[in-house]
């Protein structure tokens, strides 16, 4: 069991940057692969950007949102953070973490590759 917590959200402005927290804890979940997903009100959830599926430090970035999604990981203190930059009103979305199971065959993009999710940070971005 995987037990995660989204920080960092708010009300901001358009065009500014901020950075989202989700310290994960657990057995074992040290070697789970960590997600960043959002979903706005009445869509359906979209991921953003992935750590550690193959590889501890791999990165993998939904492309349709281009350069603006930062992910990271700090393992010594468990926490996976999203750095989101240029923020726009359309970013207006829940963010949650999510923790997978490293497999063999997985589609990182995919909420169902994802066993363990936190409970979201809401991101407002007013114009």
């Known amino acids: 069991q995987v037990h995660m917590v989204e920080s960092g959200g708010g009300q901001v402005q358009a065009g500014t940057t901020v950075r989202l927290s989700c310290i994960y804890s657990?057995?074992?979940?040290?070697?789970?692969?960590m997600g960043w997903f959002r979903q706005a009100l009445g869509k359906e959830r979209e991921f953003l950007a992935a750590?550690?599926?193959?590889?501890?430090?791999?990165?993998y970035y939904n492309s349709s949102m281009g350069d603006r999604f930062i992910i990271s990981r700090d393992s010594a203190s468990r926490t996976v953070y999203l750095q989101a930059s240029d923020l726009t009103p359309d970013d207006t979305a829940v963010y949650y973490c999510?923790?997978?199971?490293?497999?063999?065959?997985?589609?990182?993009?995919?909420?169902?590759?994802?066993?363990?999710w936190g409970q979201g940070t809401q991101v407002v971005v007013s114009s």
């Open positions: 999510a923790a997978g199971v490293r497999k063999n065959r997985v589609n990182v993009m995919s909420p169902s590759d994802y066993e363990y």
């Open positions: 657990g057995q074992g979940s040290s070697n789970y692969a």
């Open positions: 750590i550690g599926w193959f590889g501890s430090g791999a990165t």
